[in-house]
Nanobody, 121 residues
Framework: QVQLVESGGGLVQAGGSLRLSCAAS????????MGWFRQAPGKEREFVAA????????YDADSVKGRFTISRDNAKNTVYLLMNSLKPEDTALYYC??????????????WGQGTQVTVSS
């Protein structure tokens, strides 16, 4: 069974940075597309970024493009989200997910519990 555990969230001032981590308890982690999503209070879930199994291809939502960077370390079964130039509107619960196939906009079968990111002004 696949388990995903996020960490690295916290409180940061606008303009600051955070790096989120998602550790997967699966030996075949390297074969899966991974993605980051977020959900702010009163809003629906929003796609943030995704990365291919090899790390060679990434896709970023327009709202975070140029500020957030997704990466992975398959040797550590871990995917990261580096968030720079944070804005108050980035405040949300961030969670990672494992994709079913290779398409970033396809289905994601496994989800973590999330880590809270709060950006103050």
């Amino acid at each position: 069974q696949v388990q995903l555990v996020e960490s690295g969230g916290g409180l940061v001032q606008a303009g600051g940075s955070l790096r989120l981590s998602c550790a997967a308890s699966r030996r075949t982690f390297s074969s899966a597309l991974m993605g980051w999503f977020r959900q702010a209070p009163g809003k629906e879930r929003e796609f943030v970024a995704a990365i291919s199994r090899s790390g060679g291809s990434t896709y970023d939502a327009d709202s975070v493009k140029g500020r957030f960077t997704i990466s992975r370390d398959n040797a550590k079964n871990t995917v990261y989200l580096l968030m720079n130039s944070l804005k108050p509107e980035d405040t949300a619960l961030y969670y990672c997910a494992m994709g079913r196939g290779s398409a970033w906009n396809g289905a994601y079968d496994y989800w973590g519990q999330g880590t809270q990111v709060t950006v103050s002004s």
